[in-house]
């Protein structure tokens, strides 16, 4: 993370706040500022009560997913959906062998819990969390590795509780665990490689291996370390390591806690991440994510986008063009190409089809329009058809893998694309130069 910490330095892309800043609120309402002008990464160096530095929205950018992925941005005429898929492809075609290598780790160093920051971000938070916590596990029996996301309620220097959603690969590995009456040991990642940080963003099936799927991000070996307190390989790049083990049968209150979709979950009783050590890195970076935020979004989104892009093309859909699951993941807009009349609505059928994780609603627009700008999807609708035909509501179809009470229940989709033969009728009507004036040339 810091060499890219660095790279985005050099490239003008990091601002850096030298002023103090007080983990409780004020680190958090930075970022947020910070985000709503600029997509811009933050490296905060000095956090009040800690000498360890921060940095943030270091992915919360599509252009710089992109170029993680070695593939030009989209005003650059790439996509990060066909190259994702291509990986894909080559993942479970061969997958780069083997997917990690021991290496030396020098300069280790020995901190605890309470010598990083404790950032409380929301004003309903139920204390300081840890929100870019990556926790690689491997499976008790297949021993296939995981990485994925996981809240972390700071609780002392021993312990973390922790959220584990319940169809997620992790909830799996501790029930195998539990199953046997044992703890899972874990290393909970903070400040990974980007590589890292994008496998634990991908859902991949349980068999699939996702340091595996880190290394052909990569496209080499994942240099790993030995931990220094538990029996588990680590990623030697990653500037913190919080070695432990969650606890079997143990559950204890966690919450409440604001989250991606902008609301607090209610405390609950979670598991418990028992601290068998922390290691770091010399002068390690922290890494602060506002959850909900466009560094939480981006790489949820472009990885679920490239998903049903890859199921559209596999299940043999023409014309797919583009996907994109803005504004806020439970949406997903799909560009085509589009072949026939009932084109856009087999499209739409086949994307619910593609997963149920954060899926409520599907736009399917023309190639002139913007899927990044739900404004112009949705405008799109409103004026190139009509509204009864091209809008269809499926009842009591599950979107969302968290929805104990059925509010997610329900699909919606929404065919905005307009009549192939009044095509004329639509053309995008431009201003020759609007793109490219330079109003200081005007303005006084
Ligand atoms: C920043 C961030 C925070 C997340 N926090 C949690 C969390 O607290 N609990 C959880 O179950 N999932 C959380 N997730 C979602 C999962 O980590 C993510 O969907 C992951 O891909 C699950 O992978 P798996 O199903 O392959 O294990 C988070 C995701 C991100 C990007």
Redesign the pocket.
């Known amino acids: 993370m810091r060499n890219y910490v660095e790279a985005l330095k050099a490239g003008g892309e990091l601002r850096v706040v030298e002023r103090t800043v007080d983990p409780r609120f004020e680190l958090a309402a930075v970022i947020a500022a910070s985000q709503r002008e600029s997509e811009a990464a933050l490296l905060f160096r000095s956090i009040k009560g800690s000498a360890v530095p921060a940095a943030s929205n270091l992915y919360g950018s599509h252009d710089r997913l992109c170029h993680m992925i070695g593939v030009p941005t989209a005003s650059e005429g790439g996509s990060f959906v066909e190259r994702w898929a291509a990986l894909s492809d080559a993942f479970e075609a061969k997958p780069i062998d083997p997917p990690i290598r021991l290496t030396n780790a020098d300069g280790l160093a020995e901190t605890k819990l309470s010598a990083l920051p404790a950032i409380t971000y929301h004003e309903k938070d139920a204390g300081p969390y840890i ?2 916590g ?2 690689l596990a491997r499976h008790p029996e297949s021993g296939t590795a ?7 309620m700071q609780v002392s220097d021993s312990e973390l509780r ?10 799996g590995m501790m029930a195998a665990a539990e199953a046997q009456g044992e703890a899972l040991e874990v290393a909970m990642l903070i400040g990974a490689a980007p590589e890292i940080f994008l496998a ?7 068999e ?1 291996d ?1 340091l595996a799927a880190a290394a052909m991000i990569r496209g080499e070996a994942v240099p790993v370390r030995p931990s220094s307190h538990i029996n588990l390989a680590v990623p030697t790049d990653t500037e913190i390591v919080i070695e432990g083990r969650i606890l079997p049968g143990e559950r204890r209150p966690e919450g409440p ?1 604001g ?2 979709l902008g609301y607090y979950v209610p405390g609950g009783n979670n598991h418990v991440l028992e601290i068998a050590g922390i290691t770091t890195r010399r002068d390690p970076i922290y890494h602060a ?1 506002l ?1 909900g935020s466009p ?2 979004m981006r ?2 989104e472009t ?1 679920i986008a490239a998903r049903i892009y890859r199921h559209l093309v596999k299940a043999g859909i023409p014309g797919i063009i583009d996907v994109s699951c803005r504004p806020r993941l439970m949406n997903t807009v799909v560009k085509i190409d589009k072949q026939s009349a009932d084109h856009p609505r087999e499209v739409i059928m086949a994307a619910f089809d593609a997963h149920t ?1 954060y899926s409520k609603s599907v736009v399917v627009v023309d190639q002139d329009i913007d899927i990044n700008d739900m404004n112009q999807a949705w405008w799109a609708y409103l004026t190139r058809g009509r509204a009864d035909t091209r809008a269809f509501v499926i009842k009591d179809r599950p979107g969302f893998y ?1 929805d104990p009470k059925g509010d997610y229940l329900g699909r919606l989709g929404i065919d905005a694309t307009m009549p192939l033969d009044r095509k004329f009728e639509f053309e995008l009507k431009r201003v020759p130069g609007a793109d490219t004036i330079d109003l200081k040339d005007y303005l006084t």
């Open positions: 929100t870019a990556i926790v995981n990485l994925s996301f996981h809240r972390a922790i959220r584990i959603g319940d169809t997620h690969d992790l909830a634990a963003c991908a859902s991949l099936p349980p699939a996702e806690f989250e991606f994510l959850c560094e939480d790489p949820l990885a994780d968290r």
